[in-house]
């Protein structure tokens, strides 16, 4: 598992490299995932570590709702005065991606046969 992590933590440094060095307005975590995306697939494979790892990783995702929820407590004021416009905006957020994510499937599957 130690593997993983430093795969995982190499390429979020690199991407926080890049990003600081370019000066882009974009989390370091998201370009580092972007380039190990990028990698996996110009090497049309994934390395053994991270085929091996990987399913015992994925166990243990749920760990990181942890930090979330304690930010839940430490903003409940905030949370209590505006939660009702969060929840407005967050509906409509999962509404859009839905219909995104429906309408690119509805391009993609356009002309196969089921």
Same mark, same amino acid.
């Given at each position: 598992?130690?593997?993983?992590?430093?795969?995982?933590?190499?390429?979020?440094?690199?991407?926080?490299?890049?990003?600081?060095?370019?000066?882009?307005?974009?989390? #370091?975590?998201?370009?580092? /995932?972007? $380039? &190990?995306?990028? !990698? *996996?697939?110009?090497?049309? =494979?994934?390395?053994?570590? %991270?085929?091996?790892?990987?399913?015992?990783?994925?166990?243990?995702?749920?760990?990181?709702?942890?930090?979330?929820?304690?930010?839940?407590?430490?903003?409940?004021?905030?949370?209590?005065?505006? #939660?009702?416009?969060?929840? /407005?905006? $967050? &509906?409509?957020? !999962? *509404?859009?991606?839905?219909? =995104?994510?429906?309408?690119? %499937?509805?391009?993609?599957?356009?002309?196969?046969?089921?």
């Amino acid at each position: 598992m130690l593997d993983l992590l430093l795969w995982l933590l190499g390429y979020q440094l690199a991407g926080e490299a890049l990003v600081r060095g370019m000066g882009w307005p974009m989390p #370091g975590p998201v370009m580092g /995932l972007l $380039l &190990l995306f990028a !990698t *996996l697939w110009l090497r049309r =494979a994934a390395p053994q570590t %991270l085929q091996r790892e990987t399913p015992r990783f994925l166990g243990h995702m749920s760990l990181l709702f942890i930090p979330a929820g304690g930010a839940l407590m430490a903003y409940a004021p905030l949370l209590r005065s505006h #939660g009702w416009q969060l929840a /407005l905006i $967050l &509906l409509g957020s !999962t *509404l859009a991606t839905l219909l =995104a994510t429906g309408l690119v %499937l509805k391009l993609l599957l356009r002309g196969r046969r089921h």
